[in-house]
């Protein structure tokens, strides 16, 4: 019972640090206007909300190990609910930017105690199998997000979704306050910090795994840097109309995660997570394709980046419990050392996708090839390396 109310938990503070992600971008161009910026200027924020989320993870996850599990996520929720509340009151693109970067540093230790709390109650495939719920839970907020945002910008303007996320979170904190979780495993508990978390970063069972989950996760990263500037440019969609797709995007990760939590345990995690990073491939080779051919149908751009996602969908949870199983340090470090390594590459990628950010589609389609190839390789050598 407490393991599945810690599950719930986690699943619903991921949906708020990622809804920070993804409930903006439909208000881009509007937000662009009102701060006097230009639109591309603007996309900067959600490079700079990654790098908030990177660079504190291993400090939230040292946190966690030395004083608990609970008041490192409760001070994570009142910064990311902060954040969001003062962000509509700044009126210039560099507090507009500075803001996202507190929004970061907040969902950062969020993210970091959601995947340290599921590790806590679940182990081997379950742990794989939990870390699905947090990527259900991850993509109902990019679809969602998307959709509410676009709904929330043209009744109440794009203020209020900032100020709707805030109190949000606040109300998430109180609740917080008031769960018990499960007791915490103390593997290796007598090593410092920074040497366990070097340890780790040497070992390769550990590493391969989260590179892989780290590339995948950056073709999302890119696609959503960029994507808003090209089908609300050249194909002229509404703010609304680019909210409706996180509906087939909400629906192709769902589909993955409930295949990676119905499979997992008779199929094993390699062989899906192979299936899942070779999905990614494929989707963004079909995305480059159609770009360099020139063609004006947006159907040739967004749904193979969909087959990306359902793709992305099956490997992330798969990574995330194989680079926890290969750390040869146990405790809050492994997960929160993984989830540096994720954000870190993210941040990167979403600052490239902003600085190639053009009207035509082929500079980020062939951004989000690259990366699908570069985890294909991560995952072949983790395969090999797991050989008897």
Known sequence: ??????????????????????????????????????ASQVSWGLAVYLIGMALPMLFWGSLAQHIGRKPVLLAALGVFGLGNLALPLGST??????????????????????????????????????????????????????????????????????YLLGGVSLTMAVVVARITFAPRFEENARLTTWPSYWQILRHRDFLLPALAGGLGYGVIIAFNTAAP???????????????????????????????????????????????????????SAVMLL?????????????????????????????????????????????MALSGFIHQLMAAAIGAIASLIATAQAWPLSLLCTLLALGAMICVMRARLNARP
């Not at 719930?8 to 006097?36: K, N, R």
């Not at 609300?232 to 609304?240: A, D, E, H, I, K």
């Not at 996180?246 to 939590?261: D, E, H, K, R, T």
């Open 229 to 283: 500037l090209i089908l609300q440019g050249p194909f002229n969609w509404s703010p609304v109309e680019y909210g409706l797709l996180g509906w087939p995007i909400s629906a192709a990760y769902f589909l993955g995660a409930l295949g990676v939590n119905s499979l997992v345990l008779r199929t094993g995690r390699h062989w899906l997570m192979k299936i899942g990073v070779g999905l990614v491939l494929a989707g």
């Open 93 to 162: 693109l560099e507090s507009f930017l500075v803001l996202r970067l507190l929004q970061g540093v907040g969902a950062s230790g969020i993210s970091v105690m959601a995947r340290v709390l599921i590790r806590d109650s679940f182990s081997g495939d379950l742990l794989a199998k939990a870390f699905s719920w947090l990527s259900i839970s991850f993509v109902v907020a990019l679809g969602i997000g998307q959709y509410l945002g676009s709904i929330i910008q043209v009744a109440l303007g794009w203020p209020a979704i900032f």
């Open 290 to 334: 159609g770009s360099v051919a020139g063609t004006s149908i947006a159907l040739l751009f967004w749904l193979p980046y969909c087959f990306a996602v359902f793709g992305q969908s099956l490997n992330y949870p798969i990574s995330l419990s194989l680079a926890n199983d290969g750390a040869p340090v146990g405790g809050a470090y492994a």
């Open 1 to 38: 019972m407490k393991n599945n109310t810690t599950l719930l938990v986690t699943c619903c503070t991921v949906f708020l640090a990622q809804l920070g992600m993804s409930i903006y971008l439909p208000a881009l161009p509007e937000i662009a206007h009102g701060l006097a910026a230009e």
